[in-house]
């Protein structure tokens, strides 16, 4: 614009023509930041400049006073130019020595603007910035963090033993004879008990056998936990597929729901995800680099299942008299399957053993309510204040890639919990669309394409109305670079 306006006044002879020089740039640079120092400063008693030593230069240009004066070194470094925190130009100044070096952090940006300008508040100013750059949060953002919710009513509700049920596969083990198997663990989503049953394949076919011999032994359940294994959801479609309403209505039979969690999220298994850790522990100090046969890993398992039962639920304490409650204590009930005689057994010493029996199954509920769901509290709380909404652009992490690689996303659906805390999102990304929880979100901090762009100036004292195309003509006039009125078009009403 310098040189346009030089060539304006001066002959033709006088005109400046090739490409621009560096004293051209130098002198756009000084009028610059004379123009940005008229609009956000008061001159040198300002009260922003409260602590500074300031002086005004022969160009006009506020400087600040450094203890460098009398080294022998560049001007610019010894007396800086004073630039505000707060001014588009300046903040669209710290970008640009941002991307053009690299994208350095934050000290080595600091000391690159050093060499010429004193920006107050320069640190922060910077620090605000970086953290907006796009590029730079692709490789630092970090991920949200919500707090745990509660626990939901089928892990803490009266129910049977296995009647809410957590499974999962663990493995492979090698046995002998170059043949494989896995474990199938299911759990008891209220009384922590296990039962492990070992299958040779993970297909559908291998789950649906290993699970018919859980119910056949330890009973039907109603509901069931599991991930989005292919062998689970494989044998929930297989389920699905019958035709439930005639089943229930020849038999006492219900249809079994199961629930998945979401991709990605294996603490949501959490309760069954320990469990395996305990068996792969046991199983570590048990066999070492043994091969059993099938058999006898089926004997090992049977016994590392009956210890696992019979692990305490609570805290046990040395002066402690009372048995620690496990899982065996609600397993292990004393059943009786036989019909004895009823004539040859008194009446009154039957109801007094069934009161017996029946108080004794009291004392035990009391305490496991007591002295375990008691104790089920929340110790921790995330600070983390950050909110995702629809629209949202974020990456979507992921452990079988690197950051590089991991997709772009933009938020299509949130999904929040029964206490109102968003913990599932919907993301679209440009090949597919993806169910993922929180902590699988990095946040960009882009909500729409208006976020690209620089922030308009807009003039509050005349009002446009955008529907009227008369009002509009004369409230605004277009004006070219040489002062040349700009005239809207007519179109014909053809």
Same mark, same amino acid.
């Given at each position: 614009?310098?040189?346009?306006?030089?060539?304006?006044?001066?002959?033709?002879?006088?005109?400046?023509?090739?490409?621009?020089?560096?004293?051209?740039?130098?002198?756009?640079?000084?009028?610059?930041?004379?123009?940005?120092?008229?609009?956000?400063?008061?001159?040198?008693?300002?009260?922003?400049?409260?602590?500074?030593?300031?002086?005004?230069?022969?160009?006009?240009?506020?400087?600040?006073?450094?203890?460098?004066?009398?080294?022998?070194?560049?001007?610019?470094?010894?007396?800086?130019?004073?630039?505000?925190?707060?001014?588009?130009?300046?903040?669209?100044?710290?970008?640009?020595?941002?991307?053009?070096?690299?994208?350095?952090?934050?000290?080595?940006?600091?000391?690159?603007?050093?060499?010429?300008?004193?920006?107050?508040?320069?640190?922060?100013?910077?620090?605000?910035?970086?953290?907006?750059?796009?590029?730079?949060?692709?490789?630092?953002?970090?991920?949200?963090?919500?707090?745990?919710?509660?626990?939901?009513?089928?892990?803490?509700?009266?129910?049977?033993?296995?009647?809410?049920?957590?499974?999962?596969?663990?493995?492979?083990?090698?046995?002998?004879?170059?043949?494989?198997?896995?474990?199938?663990?299911?759990?008891?989503?209220?009384?922590?008990?296990?039962?492990?049953?070992?299958?040779?394949?993970?297909?559908?076919?291998?789950?649906?056998?290993?699970?018919?011999?859980?119910?056949?032994?330890?009973?039907?359940?109603?509901?069931?936990?599991?991930?989005?294994?292919?062998?689970?959801?494989?044998?929930?479609?297989?389920?699905?597929?019958?035709?439930?309403?005639?089943?229930?209505?020849?038999?006492?039979?219900?249809?079994?729901?199961?629930?998945?969690?979401?991709?990605?999220?294996?603490?949501?298994?959490?309760?069954?995800?320990?469990?395996?850790?305990?068996?792969?522990?046991?199983?570590?100090?048990?066999?070492?680099?043994?091969?059993?046969?099938?058999?006898?890993?089926?004997?090992?398992?049977?016994?590392?299942?009956?210890?696992?039962? %019979?692990?305490? +639920?609570?805290? #046990?304490?040395?002066?402690?008299? !009372?048995?620690?409650? $496990?899982? &065996?204590? @609600? /397993?292990?009930?004393?059943?009786?399957?036989?019909?004895?005689?009823?004539?040859?057994?008194?009446?009154?010493?039957?109801?007094?053993?069934?009161?017996?029996?029946?108080?004794?199954?009291?004392?035990?509920?009391?305490?496991?309510?007591?002295?375990?769901?008691?104790?089920?509290?929340?110790?921790?709380?995330?600070?983390?204040?950050?909110?995702?909404?629809?629209?949202?652009?974020?990456?979507?992490?992921?452990?079988?890639?690197?950051?590089?690689?991991?997709?772009?996303?933009?938020?299509?659906?949130?999904?929040?919990?029964?206490?109102?805390?968003?913990?599932?999102?919907?993301?679209?990304?440009?090949? %597919?669309?993806? +169910?993922?929880? #929180?902590?699988?979100?990095?946040? !960009?901090?882009?909500? $729409?394409? &208006?976020? @690209? /762009?620089?922030?308009?100036?807009?003039?509050?004292?005349?009002?446009?109305?955008?529907?009227?195309?008369?009002?509009?003509?004369?409230?605004?006039?277009?004006?070219?670079?040489?002062?040349?009125?700009?005239?809207?078009?007519?179109?014909?009403?053809?």
């Amino acid at each position: 614009m310098l040189r346009f306006k030089h060539n304006c006044l001066c002959t033709k002879e006088e005109r400046t023509r090739g490409e621009l020089t560096s004293s051209e740039f130098h002198k756009a640079e000084l009028k610059l930041v004379l123009m940005i120092q008229h609009e956000s400063f008061e001159g040198e008693e300002d009260k922003k400049l409260k602590g500074l030593a300031v002086f005004v230069e022969e160009d006009k240009i506020l400087r600040v006073k450094t203890q460098i004066v009398n080294r022998r070194d560049k001007e610019d470094f010894r007396k800086p130019m004073l630039l505000p925190s707060n001014h588009e130009v300046v903040l669209k100044l710290i970008e640009h020595y941002h991307k053009k070096n690299l994208h350095c952090g934050l000290q080595i940006l600091q000391n690159i603007l050093r060499e010429k300008f004193w920006i107050v508040n320069g640190r922060k100013t910077i620090r605000k910035v970086v953290s907006k750059c796009v590029i730079c949060k692709r490789y630092s953002s970090k991920r949200l963090e919500v707090d745990s919710g509660p626990l939901p009513e089928n892990r803490v509700r009266d129910a049977a033993v296995f009647q809410i049920t957590g499974v999962d596969a663990a493995g492979p083990l090698f046995l002998r004879g170059n043949q494989k198997a896995w474990v199938l663990l299911f759990t008891c989503a209220v009384y922590r008990a296990v039962h492990l049953e070992i299958i040779t394949s993970l297909s559908t076919e291998a789950f649906l056998m290993g699970f018919r011999r859980f119910v056949a032994r330890r009973g039907r359940c109603s509901t069931i936990y599991c991930d989005n294994g292919t062998n689970f959801v494989g044998a929930a479609n297989l389920l699905h597929g019958l035709d439930w309403n005639k089943i229930i209505k020849h038999g006492a039979i219900n249809a079994i729901e199961w629930k998945f969690n979401p991709p990605t999220a294996a603490w949501w298994g959490g309760w069954w995800e320990r469990l395996i850790r305990i068996l792969k522990d046991l199983l570590k100090r048990i066999l070492g680099q043994a091969q059993l046969l099938y058999e006898e890993m089926l004997t090992i398992l049977c016994d590392c299942e009956a210890l696992m039962n %019979s692990r305490p +639920l609570t805290y #046990v304490s040395e002066s402690d008299q !009372l048995v620690p409650i $496990s899982p &065996s204590s @609600f /397993l292990q009930d004393i059943k009786e399957w036989s019909t004895p005689d009823i004539d040859a057994i008194d009446h009154n010493s039957l109801n007094r053993r069934i009161k017996y029996r029946q108080n004794l199954q009291k004392d035990l509920r009391n305490r496991f309510r007591n002295e375990y769901l008691g104790l089920l509290v929340q110790r921790t709380k995330c600070r983390d204040t950050r909110k995702l909404a629809v629209g949202d652009v974020v990456l979507v992490g992921a452990d079988n890639c690197k950051r590089i690689n991991w997709p772009l996303g933009r938020v299509t659906d949130i999904i929040p919990g029964k206490d109102e805390i968003v913990r599932l999102v919907k993301i679209q990304t440009s090949h %597919s669309k993806l +169910l993922r929880p #929180v902590q699988r979100v990095y946040p !960009l901090e882009i909500s $729409s394409v &208006s976020d @690209f /762009l620089p922030p308009m100036r807009v003039n509050h004292t005349v009002g446009i109305d955008s529907d009227d195309k008369e009002t509009f003509t004369e409230c605004e006039r277009k004006v070219s670079r040489s002062g040349r009125e700009i005239k809207v078009p007519e179109k014909l009403d053809l």
